[in-house]
């Protein structure tokens, strides 16, 4: 956890000061973004996990001890920045996000790849093919009986969307911020990053978070996945404000209003996905299957709106 922190305080830094930021912001910024990231993770642990402890203040009395969900991460970077956007030390607060979108996705990816030197790196799903009984696939698990399992290595999978994500982050914000195709008279670039970043880490823990035994489930049924809700919440609101933008440039259009509803589409299916998961345990492969091409939908269908801002602006 440690290591994460600090990757991501070098991360944004990099970011964050070549894309114009003051240097002064992050003495504020990366301190607020760490404690609150810390306090927001461990609070929606405990709000799904009560019988672990002697209430919230038992919660936090054993902060070293493992339990935290990582959606809180991406709640406490985003209150971070507005806290520091009401110092007036940064006008622009999407300047901040800009640069915690990719640095979000790395330091997600080390925070899943730690996993693997414990017995966490598993899903509910038994890999049963001798073939695919390895990582990346796979981890080798004891079960309460002492025998061996082969389980989904659900954390290692994670890790490589992740880093798989901060690349391509990595390159829109280098592409957006850099290139001079995407002037600031015919393109809004900055948030543009930070909004794809919301939705491509959203549409990746939807799905595989699906495949944990030990999901952060709601505290009143037992099978209702928060981070699912809170990710497609998140990814949702993400691409609201990425039409919003395209329409304030450009007006409603036939690919835009077609794009939205996709969108729709992709996150009714990754719903309805899951439910056939819930209710039909064997049809998992077709349903994973589905739920994959919704969220990968939904990322294209973010990207297309993104750039589909600049396309049709003359």
């Given at each position: 956890?440690?290591?994460?922190?600090?990757?991501?305080?070098?991360?944004?830094?990099?970011l964050y000061v070549s894309g114009g930021g003051k240097r002064r912001v992050l003495l504020l910024y990366i301190p607020l973004?760490?404690?609150?990231?810390?306090l927001c993770s461990r609070l929606l642990y405990w709000f799904c996990h009560q019988e672990q402890f002697a209430g919230i203040?038992?919660?936090?009395?054993?902060?070293?001890?493992?339990?935290?969900?990582?959606?809180?991460?991406?709640?406490?970077?985003?209150?971070?920045?507005?806290?520091?956007?009401?110092?007036?030390?940064?006008?622009?607060?999407?300047?901040?996000?800009?640069?915690?979108?990719?640095?979000?996705?790395?330091?997600?990816?080390?925070?899943?790849?730690?996993?693997?030197?414990?017995?966490?790196?598993?899903?509910?799903?038994?890999?049963?093919?001798?073939?695919?009984?390895?990582?990346?696939?796979?981890?080798?698990?004891?079960?309460?009986?002492?025998?061996?399992?082969?389980?989904?290595?659900?954390?290692?999978?994670?890790?490589?969307?992740?880093?798989?994500?901060?690349?391509?982050?990595?390159?829109?914000?280098?592409?957006?911020?850099?290139?001079?195709?995407?002037?600031?008279?015919?393109?809004?670039?900055?948030?543009?990053?930070?909004?794809?970043?919301?939705?491509?880490?959203?549409?990746?823990?939807?799905?595989?978070?699906?495949?944990?035994?030990?999901?952060?489930?709601?505290?009143?049924?037992?099978?209702?996945?928060?981070?699912?809700?809170?990710?497609?919440?998140?990814?949702?609101?993400?691409?609201?404000?990425?039409?919003?933008?395209?329409?304030?440039?450009?007006?409603?259009?036939?690919?835009?209003?077609?794009?939205?509803?996709?969108?729709?589409?992709?996150?009714?299916?990754?719903?309805?996905?899951?439910?056939?998961?819930?209710?039909?345990?064997?049809?998992?492969?077709?349903?994973?299957?589905?739920?994959?091409?919704?969220?990968?939908?939904?990322?294209?269908?973010a990207v297309l709106m993104t750039f589909f801002t600049k396309k049709i602006h003359k």
């Amino acid at each position: 956890m440690v290591l994460a922190m600090v990757l991501f305080a070098f991360l944004f830094y990099t970011l964050y000061v070549s894309g114009g930021g003051k240097r002064r912001v992050l003495l504020l910024y990366i301190p607020l973004a760490v404690g609150l990231s810390f306090l927001c993770s461990r609070l929606l642990y405990w709000f799904c996990h009560q019988e672990q402890f002697a209430g919230i203040a038992g919660a936090f009395a054993q902060a070293l001890t493992p339990g935290y969900c990582m959606t809180g991460v991406l709640v406490g970077t985003l209150l971070a920045a507005l806290l520091t956007r009401l110092t007036t030390l940064e006008k622009k607060t999407l300047r901040i996000l800009d640069a915690v979108g990719p640095s979000l996705a790395f330091t997600f990816g080390v925070l899943r790849l730690s996993a693997l030197f414990n017995e966490t790196c598993r899903g509910k799903i038994e890999v049963l093919t001798e073939n695919n009984r390895h990582l990346p696939l796979a981890a080798t698990i004891t079960n309460a009986l002492g025998e061996t399992e082969y389980r989904l290595a659900t954390f290692m999978l994670e890790a490589i969307l992740f880093f798989l994500l901060f690349v391509v982050l990595l390159f829109l914000f280098i592409r957006l911020h850099y290139s001079k195709k995407y002037s600031k008279k015919k393109f809004p670039r900055t948030g543009a990053v930070y909004y794809l970043a919301v939705v491509m880490i959203g549409s990746v823990e939807m799905i595989l978070d699906s495949t944990r035994y030990d999901s952060c489930f709601m505290p009143f049924n037992g099978f209702v996945s928060l981070v699912q809700i809170l990710s497609a919440v998140s990814a949702l609101a993400a691409f609201v404000l990425i039409v919003i933008r395209c329409v304030r440039k450009n007006g409603w259009s036939v690919p835009a209003i077609l794009c939205s509803v996709f969108f729709l589409a992709c996150i009714a299916g990754v719903g309805i996905t899951e439910y056939l998961i819930q209710r039909h345990g064997d049809w998992y492969r077709s349903c994973y299957l589905g739920m994959g091409i919704a969220c990968l939908g939904m990322d294209v269908l973010a990207v297309l709106m993104t750039f589909f801002t600049k396309k049709i602006h003359k």
